[in-house]
């Protein structure tokens, strides 16, 4: 699975972006995918994940109620919506494809990640 993370860019704090995780490969539909974001000198830190389905979401307390994650396994296309932004949401966004769905807050029970978009948020 090769994934493209794209939608990063640069709004001001209270505005809203939308991320897309597009995938290649025939099993997309198959997996949860997670988001996460990375700032340097920091350790990737587990963002939203949504089941293979769509019937179960996961957040982080940060975004909880800011954020959205969906998908269309029909485009293979992962989304997060963000609104309300905030400076501290500034970073680095990757998705990434988790086949046995344990561990879905930690980076490490991740398998396959896009090369990420980078979100900036000015105060």
């Known amino acids: 699975v090769q994934l493209q993370a794209s939608g990063g860019g640069l709004v001001q704090a209270g505005g809203s972006l939308r991320l897309s995780c597009a995938a290649s490969?025939?099993?997309?539909?198959?997996?949860?995918i997670g988001w996460f974001r990375q700032v340097p000198g920091k350790e990737r830190e587990f963002v939203a994940a949504?089941?293979?389905?769509?019937?179960?979401?996961y957040y982080a307390d940060s975004v909880k109620g800011r954020f959205t994650i969906s998908r269309d396994n029909a485009k293979n296309t992962v989304y997060l919506e963000m609104n309300s932004l905030k400076p501290e949401d500034t970073a680095v966004y990757y998705c990434?494809?988790?086949?046995?769905?344990?561990?879905?807050?930690?980076?490490?029970?991740?398998?396959?990640w896009g090369q990420g978009t980078l979100v900036t948020v000015s105060s």
């Open positions: 990434a494809v988790n086949i046995s769905p344990l561990r879905i807050e930690v980076a490490g029970g991740y398998d396959y």
């Open positions: 949504i089941s293979w389905s769509g019937g179960s979401t």
């Open positions: 490969g025939r099993t997309f539909s198959a997996y949860t």
